[in-house]
């Protein structure tokens, strides 16, 4: 049995400003799409030029801030926002969906094509390869801050996380950390090294994400506030399904 470090969830403070551990996981995470960004439009392999990369990344950050917490609000805690509105505004009290933030910078992507007057769907697939390792980043800040843990397990590397009694757990963001951050970066960066397609990339992200997400859940404890849904699945696995459908009607559409 394996007990989790009792990491401070502040890395470090500068004055009355206390930056999080959390925090910079996103920066790193924008910092290592941007990097793989680069690299492809260097290669020639992108459909954007640098300057509009960098207001394309913009406007995917303000995607994933505001779609991520909107999402939370609306797919995990409607009826509690509804009641506490101004409590929406509180980010830093945490709260924020991967789904919610796909939405976020799906419509984001939109707003660049149409402004840089790129195609919809030759930008996503640029975008899509680019956004797993920001996922890694985002598992191991959960990891650190020991939140979001798993079921009771009895398996060697089972861990006790603070707050979460004294039974040992799947440590379950680095599984999150490992299938939907690492396995998927390296099956897009493989699979768009290549002319594919319109549509093919976006629709492997869709795919990729929603089964890998859908099989972690099965380690993950599910919200305490929501617990097990229909046919005793969880809200992720949920919201997972509707990617799932949507990538196999962008692949076989793409295949046309």
């Known amino acids: 049995m394996l007990v989790h470090p009792d990491i401070d969830p502040v890395a470090f403070s500068i004055g ?3 930056v999080r551990w959390y925090g910079l996981m996103y920066l790193a995470g924008f910092a290592a799409g941007w990097g793989l960004g680069v ?4 290669r020639g392999r992108a459909p954007i030029n640098r300057a509009q990369f960098d207001d394309l990344l913009f406007l995917a950050v303000l995607g994933v801030i505001l779609g991520g917490r909107l999402g939370y609000v609306l797919f995990y805690k409607s009826g509690h926002y509804a009641a506490h509105p101004l409590e929406i505004l509180a980010v830093w009290q945490g709260g924020m969906s991967f789904h919610g933030g796909l939405l976020g910078v799906m419509l984001a992507m939109v707003f660049a094509a149409r402004r840089h007057h790129v195609d919809y769907l030759r930008l996503m697939d640029f975008v899509a390869p680019l956004a797993p390792l920001g996922l890694a980043a985002g598992r191991l800040g959960n990891f650190i801050n020991g939140e979001l843990w ?4 009895d398996l060697p590397w089972g861990m006790v996380f603070r ?3 004294d039974a040992p757990r799947h440590p379950s963001q680095l599984y999150q950390f490992a299938l939907e951050g690492l396995m998927l970066f390296a099956l897009l960066w493989w699979f768009s090294s290549k002319p594919r397609p319109r549509g093919q990339v976006s629709a492997l992200f869709l795919i990729g994400y929603g089964v890998l997400r859908f099989i972690a859940e099965f380690a993950r404890e599910p919200d305490a506030f929501l617990g097990y849904l229909a046919l005793g699945l969880t809200m992720g696995q949920w919201l997972c399904l509707p990617m799932i459908a949507g990538g196999i009607a962008l692949l076989a559409w793409s295949r046309r």
């Open 39 to 42: 690299r492809r439009i260097d």
């Open 16 to 18: 009355p400003l206390a």
């Open 163 to 165: 707050n979460a009694g």
């Open 150 to 153: 798993g079921r009771v397990t």
